[in-house]
């Protein structure tokens, strides 16, 4: 089963000590409540990825006998939720980043940045295109993931075309499809059909997530050390 992987032992409770401690913050508000609120989403899309699974087992199952029970349901529904965990994991990243941001900027500033300056996929990448690396370099490892979750959801929001996925199967496994035209024009030599299997993004999406993580807890403890020092000193 395709699932996100956030869940410490199969009470699939989301434990406090999973969520990063983070100094105050007098511009952001309680940035432990957005991490807990990322792990809370991440938990839904789970559910919904049980959904999409279920359908296309059926759909595979109905297809093979020839029986004509696919209908709706099995057929254009798990489009419909692949869009959703899609924009949804989309919508996550674009927080992931900003967040990372702004605590890259209070180490090296002390304090929190009172206005973010890299807070999306499209934005680090633009930058990245740019030659410039300096901010939140963590998710260059990561950039083909990145690529694949902007282009797909990009072409949601701008592909005129991309109902078309509809013609495609969803053989043996749940496959995220796109059909891109560029230029706003149809022409079949330029259009692009994107089709990437989901576990292979939810999986890739896992890894830089467990590392992410891991990366938030380490920097946002050592500041709340050195803050605490600091008071001492006073």
């Known amino acids: 089963m395709i699932q996100f992987d956030i869940y410490r032992d199969a009470t699939k409770e989301i434990y406090a000590d999973d969520i990063p401690e983070f100094c105050a913050s007098e511009y952001w508000g309680n940035l432990s409540n957005k991490v807990s609120f990322v792990f809370s989403r991440l938990d839904y899309l789970n559910d919904i990825l049980v959904s999409i699974c279920e359908k296309v087992?059926?759909?595979?199952?109905?297809?093979?006998?020839?029986?004509?029970?696919?209908?709706?349901?099995?057929?254009?529904?798990?489009?419909?939720?692949?869009?959703?965990?899609?924009?949804?994991?989309?919508?996550?990243?674009?927080?992931?980043?900003?967040?990372?941001?702004?605590?890259?900027?209070?180490?090296?500033?002390?304090?929190?940045?009172?206005?973010?300056?890299?807070?999306?996929?499209?934005?680090?990448?633009?930058?990245?295109?740019?030659?410039?690396?300096?901010?939140?370099?963590?998710?260059?490892?990561?950039?083909?993931?990145?690529?694949?979750?902007?282009?797909?959801?990009?072409?949601?929001?701008?592909?005129?075309?991309?109902?078309?996925?509809?013609?495609?199967?969803?053989?043996?496994?749940?496959?995220?499809?796109a059909v891109r035209n560029f230029s706003k024009e149809y022409d079949r030599q330029k259009n692009k059909l994107l089709a990437i299997p989901l576990e292979d993004i939810v999986n890739d999406f896992n890894t830089m997530f467990k590392k992410y993580n891991s990366l938030l807890k380490e920097m946002t403890y050592e500041q709340i050390v050195i803050d605490f020092e600091n008071k001492k000193k006073i």
């Open 57 to 177: 087992a059926l759909y595979n199952i109905n297809f093979k006998k020839r029986n004509g029970l696919n209908n709706k349901r099995t057929v254009i529904t798990p489009y419909i939720e692949i869009i959703h965990v899609m924009s949804d994991l989309r919508m996550i990243i674009d927080e992931l980043i900003a967040l990372l941001y702004i605590v890259e900027k209070r180490k090296e500033l002390g304090d929190y940045p009172c206005k973010i300056e890299v807070e999306s996929i499209g934005n680090l990448l633009g930058k990245w295109n740019e030659n410039k690396f300096e901010d939140v370099s963590f998710f260059l490892d990561y950039k083909a993931l990145l690529k694949n979750v902007n282009d797909i959801t990009n072409t949601y929001k701008h592909s005129f075309i991309n109902d078309h996925i509809l013609f495609y199967r969803q053989l043996e496994k749940p496959i995220v499809y």
